[in-house]
Antibody, heavy 116, light 107 residues
């Protein structure tokens, strides 16, 4: 059974870059079954897909965030990562990693607050 | 981009009620749709995939139907543990979009 776990700073200053890592266990990130994705949820609001990556490095991004997002994969560590640049308070959210396009396995989520 | 709408945005219901939530896509997505349940402080949980297939381990009171642009999630007899927010998600294109959610609370 796949397990995903997000990690990274819980507080980021405005204009800086948010960086998170998702560690996959119970299976290989090089599986052909999945793209690996990031989703976020601002407090009290709905879910927003940020982007996804295949183990080969192929990526798809939400057009609304594409200019600020980079998702990368490290197959040797069974991890994939999210970088979101030039953050503002509007980027404060719980960030989840998940398998895509099925979205059947999710991490527990990590709250990232953007504040000085 | 494909936009998803859900109705209602919230509803109040009693234990034992039949509940139906509708999701509409801005263009046809075949049956590339899933339904997810989210409880406060928890990650979403997939209930239905391919519009009408029940996820393993999910109670049979949950069912999904539809294809193209209109989809429904039905809970045949609402249980106390079903009070939550429900989201649809389309994955027809590699630009995934969630519906805005439907909050189901206790009447």
């Amino acid at each position: 059974q796949l397990q995903l776990q997000e990690s990274g700073p819980g507080l980021v200053k405005p204009s800086e870059t948010l960086s998170l890592t998702c560690t996959v266990s119970g299976g290989s990130i090089s599986s052909s079954s999945y793209y690996w994705g990031w989703i976020r949820q601002p407090p009290g609001k709905g879910l927003e897909w940020i982007g996804s990556i295949y183990y080969s490095g192929s990526t798809y991004y939400n057009p609304s965030l594409k200019s600020r997002v980079t998702i990368s994969v490290d197959t040797s560590k069974n991890q994939f990562s999210l970088k979101l640049s030039s953050v503002t308070a509007a980027d404060t959210a719980v960030y989840y990693c998940a398998t895509t396009p099925s979205f059947d396995y999710w991490g527990q989520g990590t709250l990232v607050t953007v504040s000085s | 981009d494909i936009q998803m709408t859900q109705s209602p945005s919230s509803l109040s219901a009693s234990v034992g009620d039949r509940v139906t939530i509708t999701c509409r896509a801005s263009q046809g997505i075949r049956n590339d749709l899933g339904w997810y349940q989210q409880k406060p402080g928890k990650a979403p949980k997939r209930l239905i995939y391919a519009a009408s297939s029940l996820q393993s381990g999910v109670p049979s009171r949950f069912s999904g139907s539809g294809s193209g642009t209109e989809f429904t999630l039905t809970i045949s007899s609402l249980q106390p543990e079903d009070f939550a927010t429900y989201y649809c998600l389309q994955h027809n294109s590699y630009l995934f979009t969630f519906g805005p959610g439907t909050k189901v609370d206790i009447k």
